[in-house]
């Protein structure tokens, strides 16, 4: 069987850490891989030498036309390919998959990997996805709320998959906690860093030995910069940007911290969960932080957007060390919950099954 993955880029992002996590198990299990990239952009990810990747790229300055030319290269490319399965992720990349390749009679899987109530949030986009998706094969959710989010007819054709987790990935377990509050991700509005950089400076005033470290670049980097500057002494703060060995900057951590405002599921969380690491997150829409924590067992949960909540729980850690370590050792159960040779699997018995029916 030969499986196509169709992407933005590999160089970031949650959607394209889960495809290196499958290409690296597919490959294991003699499935052939492909990637294509709409973008032209660097991998960050370690993707094995038997998954070719081919990167599309800018085709011209005009916007519109650009598109529209990228898609042609994908719809040549899969001709070209012939593959079994196309695998189109995230949501904003599957819309412009599915009409490109409409008579090939390749089977088309969308996996969505936010909040469709909100993403994606051009008006135009989300009409082509209520258009277009009808069209698609089958359909891979992270959360029973994304999915009820569609129609009968799209539900029927899907099926909700987890993040699978490679634990070959995840540093050894740093006993010693620094006092350090992390968290990490674009530094972009759906992220709320600024009520973590708020609720750490309320934190702040009364634990004054933590510092409070945000990982990721983007847009917002320099208002968060100026926020943080503005409510925080200079050394108790740092951005150092997007690192390639993130969870290697983690480890050690005394927490971590999602202060979104929506989300799928957080790779970065099951990370950290991974690592023994306390972790708290806003119990966003649509639910994949509470399918992952069970609230003051293996984590804890705020209200999004909640400053005084998310400084209470960050205190409650700090205050207790039976409190963070036992939500540590819980967090560890992730490990065999989403175990990329379990969860890689389902993927792999889905995608079959769309091939055989073409649902």
């Known amino acids: 069987m030969k499986v196509l993955f169709v992407t933005r880029s590999m160089w970031a992002g949650g959607a394209e850490r889960v495809i290196a996590e499958l290409v ?14 709409i973008d032209d952009e660097n991998i ?3 993707i094995p030498k038997e998954a070719k990747i081919y990167p ?4 011209t300055k005009n916007k519109l036309l650009d598109k529209f030319l990228r898609y042609k290269k994908v719809r040549k490319l899969v001709k070209d390919s012939k593959p079994d399965v196309v695998l189109a992720l995230p949501e904003d990349i599957g819309i412009y998959v599915i009409p490109s390749l409409l008579g090939i009679n390749v089977p088309v899987i969308i996996s969505e990997r936010n909040n469709p109530w909100v993403m994606p949030w ?34 029927e054709k899907s099926i909700i998959l987890p993040n699978p987790l490679d634990l070959k990935q995840i540093p050894s377990i740093n006993q010693e906690k620094r006092k350090e509050i992390i968290g990490a ?41 100026d926020l943080a500057s503005s409510l925080l002494p200079q050394d108790s703060f740092q951005f150092p940007g997007r690192k390639a ?33 306390p972790v708290i997150s806003t119990d966003c829409p649509t639910g994949g932080p509470a399918e992952l924590i ?12 909640d400053l005084d909540s998310m400084t209470q729980a960050m205190s409650k850690i700090a205050k207790s060390k039976s409190l963070a370590r036992n939500l540590g050792l819980n967090a560890l159960k992730i490990r065999d919950r989403l175990d990329t040779n379990v969860v890689s699997e389902k993927w792999i018995e889905y995608i079959k099954f769309v091939k055989s029916n073409k649902v």
């Not at 609720?199 to 670049?217: C, E």
Request: with cysteine; glycine share 8%; net charge neutral.
């Open 24 to 37: 690296k198990h597919f490959t294991k299990m003699k499935i052939k891989c492909e990637i294509l990239t």
């Open 44 to 46: 960050l990810y370690d």
């Open 56 to 59: 599309i790229g800018e085709v």
């Open 122 to 155: 051009k008006k135009e986009t989300r009409f082509l996805r209520k258009l277009f998706y009808p069209f698609a094969n089958g359909f891979i959710f992270q959360t029973k709320d994304a999915a009820n989010y569609f129609p009968d007819k799209i539900k």
């Open 185 to 225: 991700g674009r530094l972009d509005k759906q992220k709320n860093f600024p009520l973590l950089i708020r609720a750490f400076a309320k934190f702040y005033k009364n634990n004054n030995d933590y510092v409070l470290t945000i990982y990721g670049d983007g847009a917002l980097k320099n208002e968060l910069e």
């Open 245 to 277: 060995d993130l969870l290697e900057h983690i480890s050690g951590g005394s927490m971590f911290v999602l202060s979104s405002d929506y989300e799928g599921m957080p790779n970065v969380v099951i990370e950290a969960m991974a690592m023994g690491i």
């Open 294 to 305: 069970d609230d003051g067992v293996n984590g804890l949960l705020v209200p999004v957007g």
